[in-house]
């Protein structure tokens, strides 16, 4: 074979005698860059370019076969194991090879959690708390690291304003400031401050960058964007996160104003190492390397591998490109001795930064001490699952008071999703087990007890669409249809709601419907699941949708429907018993949107931060000649940051602590919140800021602040914004990153659309 020709070739080359007997690591107490620098002069080129490959576990590449590959030094890590026994096992090897004994990491997609599953990340963000993002996020890490993994593919930060790209379940909405806050949270916790610690997983931020903006929400497609959108919308999470600490960062699939990422030496050296003072790993995302020959910037395998080193990639995930490929390139001086030691050095230092030096089985624990039940129930966090996914769900609709439900009568559960385990979890859901969460329908019976009657019917398969099923179930049976006829079950479900006080009715997406490779051109609910609503609406009973999804749907024909409707994503473990605390009132409803919901596809890209028009079209003084949509009610359904409660809450309008801001300082924004209900309730204030007159159009709201307060019935609390001159800066057509001087519109409310408003002026 090929490649085992250039193995030898490499062997000859570069096993100088004069390191035959240099066979041990360096000392551990060394720091280190001179750890580093010493474990570099004692490697064989051989040796490095192993260490650059990091291997999926899968059909590609089984276990036996990368035992092989780790046997031969070819490996410097491995992800999609998540077992202490595989993990220590394939350890092991490297620990017994005849040389240096290089420990491998480990790696996983823990992007909501690892056995205990949390809200997807478009849940979480709809928290609008980073006390409950961090909670998810220790956890994670404490579960992923017991299963003796040191990385994590998490967070995801891109900035997506496009709900037909399946990806956006695992964002965090379309909002630059909360995608940062949250990134930034999430690596805190999951990282630390030592990703050398037993119970700290080390982040590798993700997809870098721009994979949120892909051209009609396509996966994997292109992005051509300005500089000055580039540094001001969607770079900052990216950065937010490094800034934390991130270790790793993950290099996107997509490409950037004609450049794939991974050939991008402007954006993973200039930007990445020089303007960021990034010092961490960086990855190719799966076989991104390959797919430089189909992208049409490399016209062969060589030259692939080439492009993607010299651009500054330093571990190339799952092809097998670079140990076929690099000896050749090295002995031809294509790619040189110090491309090679520098992508090195970056996968030891993260090695080193793991503690992997010092204790290779650091999260692994003694011989023995591996779990007898890897999916022990003893090994999960029910309760802060639980607590997490309550403050995921948002109150969308709540006509006269349907919710909260009272735990006496009938109620009829009915749907698709009602009773799935799996689709609950969500898409990314990690090592957690279906067989371990609780539905809706469990959750529902869970909180009525012996004081209602839950009567349930499926009602209708998700999608009936032949095609959409098989493509859901090309990799594995996640989606199993009823064999009865559509409208079997349309009868038996209509047969429960005319016995039922009312109708609680999940509805919405599989898991795989919202995921990778998934991306839509039909927003809206599928078409088997609208008819089993409409017969539902027709028996006359309050009508409660519950929405299962990862993404905004398109939602006009549901809103007028329903009674209630409740946003829950896919919110993980103990999804049902959230659900059901919400729908009995045992837990007062507080999550905000951190995506606006169309009212139709054709309106994509809607977000609300967007920059004003000369001809801005005004609801309430429609005019012809303005940018609008004619043949539809133009803005979201539901806007960003929209959320309801069980109680009512007003905001006064805001006060300044000074007419003018000067730089260097700062102003407080201050408003009176008030729970004007009848139930104790949280809600989120949130603080936009508008540039009224700047060198260039500015977008005509920025989300810049946000606290979820507590207030009980009828208590007011003050709750006051901090505002300083770097929160005014933008990138101007210069590139030059500065505040102008002039007025501004600072606005509070509690979504992005009733906002109340005053002004100030920087000096």
């Not at 999926?56 to 026994?85: D, W």
């Not at 790696?107 to 849940?123: C, E, K, M, N, W």
């Not at 999951?190 to 982040?203: C, D, F, S």
């Not at 190339?316 to 001795?337: A, T």
Request: proline fraction near 5%; hydrophobic fraction near 40%; aromatic fraction near 8%.
């Amino acid at each position: 074979m090929k490649w085992l020709c250039s193995l030898s070739l490499l062997t000859a080359l570069t096993l100088h005698p004069a390191l035959a007997d240099n066979t041990q690591l360096p000392s551990p107490d060394l720091p280190r860059d001179a750890y580093v620098n010493a474990l570099l002069q004692k490697m064989t080129l051989e040796e490095k370019i192993g260490q650059l490959r990091l291997i999926s576990v899968g059909p590609e590449n089984p276990k036996e076969a990368i035992r092989e590959m780790i046997k031969n030094g070819q490996v410097g890590a491995i992800f999609n194991t998540v077992t202490r026994q595989d993990i220590r096992k394939m350890q092991d090897q490297a620990m017994q090879l005849p040389r240096l004994k290089i420990p491998l990491f480990f790696a996983y997609d823990i992007v909501h959690g690892q056995r205990t599953i949390f809200p997807i990340s478009l849940g979480l963000a709809s928290s609008w708390n980073l006390d409950a993002v961090a909670t998810s996020g220790r956890i994670a890490a404490f579960e992923g690291s017991e299963d003796g993994l040191n990385m994590t593919w998490a967070p995801m930060v891109d900035v997506t304003r496009d709900p037909r790209w399946g990806r956006v379940s695992e964002g965090l909405g379309e909002d630059t400031f909360l995608t940062a806050e949250i990134g930034r949270a999430l690596v805190q916790s999951i990282q630390g401050k030592n990703p050398g610690e037993r119970h700290a997983l080390m982040t590798s931020v993700k997809h870098f960058a721009l994979y949120g903006a892909v051209e009609g929400g396509r996966d994997y497609n292109t992005v051509d964007m300005s500089p000055q959108r580039m540094f001001q919308d969607y770079m900052p999470p990216y950065k937010a996160a490094l800034d934390a600490g991130s270790g790793g960062v993950m290099v996107a699939l997509n490409t950037v104003n004609g450049i794939p990422a991974t050939a991008d030496s402007w954006l993973l050296k200039d930007v990445l190492r020089k303007q960021w003072h990034f010092s961490g790993i960086t990855i190719s995302d799966h076989g991104a390397i390959k797919e430089l020959i189909k992208h049409g910037v490399a016209s062969s395998p060589i030259e692939a591998v080439k492009i993607a080193l010299n651009a500054g990639i330093n571990m190339s995930m799952s092809d097998e490109y670079f140990i076929r490929y690099l000896p050749q390139l090295v002995k031809s001086g294509d790619v040189s001795q110090q491309e090679i030691d520098e992508a090195v050095r970056h996968v030891l230092n993260v090695k080193y930064d793991m503690g992997l030096f010092r204790d290779p089985y650091s999260h692994l624990g003694p011989v023995g001490s591996d779990p007898q039940d890897t999916n022990a129930e003893s090994r999960l966090h029910r309760d802060a699952a639980r607590q997490v996914a309550r403050q995921s769900l948002v109150l969308l609709k709540n006509r006269l008071h349907t919710l909260p439900l009272k735990k006496q009568g009938t109620i009829a559960v009915v749907g698709p999703l009602a009773d799935s385990q799996r689709d609950i979890m969500g898409s990314w859901s990690a090592a957690g087990r279906p067989g371990q969460t609780v539905t809706l329908l469990q959750g529902m019976r869970n909180a009525a007890g012996n004081k209602a009657t839950i009567v349930y019917a499926r009602g209708a398969n998700i999608t009936d669409h032949k095609d959409m099923l098989a493509y859901l179930n090309s990799y594995d049976r996640a989606v199993q249809n009823d064999s009865r006829a559509p409208r079997a079950m349309i009868d038996e479900a209509v047969k429960a709601a005319r016995n039922a006080d009312v109708i609680v009715a999940a509805v919405g997406e599989s898991q795989g419907m919202a995921h990778e490779a998934s991306s839509r051109t039909n927003i809206t609910i599928p078409d088997s699941q609208r008819a089993l609503i409409d017969a539902l609406k027709a028996t006359g009973k309050p009508l409660v949708l519950v929405l299962m999804n990862g993404r905004p749907l398109a939602l006009v024909r549901e809103d007028q429907q329903a009674d209630a409707m409740l946003e829950t994503w896919f919110s993980g473990t103990e999804g049902g018993n959230a659900i059901a605390d919400v729908l009995f009132g045992d837990y007062n409803p507080s999550g905000k949107l951190p995506m606006s919901f169309p009212r139709s596809v054709g309106q994509i890209p809607i977000y609300y931060n967007h920059l004003p028009t000369g001809r801005p079209y005004l609801a309430d003084k429609p005019d012809k000649y303005t940018s609008h949509y004619y043949d539809e009610a133009n803005g979201p359904l539901y806007p960003f940051g929209f959320g309801l409660s069980y109680t009512t809450f007003s905001v006064s309008a805001p006060t300044l602590s000074s007419p003018t801001l000067r730089r260097g300082g700062s102003i407080t924004v201050s408003v009176t919140l008030t729970n004007t209900g009848d139930r104790d309730g949280d809600t989120v204030a949130q603080l936009y800021v508008h540039d009224v007159a700047a060198s260039s159009s500015r977008p005509v709201k920025e989300l810049k602040g946000f606290q979820k307060v507590f207030l009980k019935a009828g208590e007011t609390k003050t709750v006051a914004f901090k505002l300083d001159a770097d929160a005014l800066k933008f990138y101007d057509q210069q590139m030059r990153f500065a505040a102008e001087p002039g007025e501004f519109e600072v606005m509070v409310g509690l979504d992005s659309a009733r906002v109340k408003t005053t002004r100030f002026t920087l000096l």
